[in-house]
């Protein structure tokens, strides 16, 4: 029963970060790609 749970949750967590970047981080130029790579890290 957790395990329907989960999988739906992790997936609007990984898809809202992918939406975050693709519109924000990717729109602004001095964001180096370590930045980009310390915001998916605790994900």
């Known amino acids: 029963m957790i395990a329907r749970i ?3 949750l992790l997936l609007v967590i990984v898809l809202s970060d992918v939406y975050i970047d693709a519109h924000y981080f990717r729109k602004r130029v001095h964001i180096t790609w370590q930045q ?3 915001w998916w890290i605790p994900t």
């Open 6 to 8: 989960v999988i739906p």
């Open 36 to 38: 980009r790579l310390a």
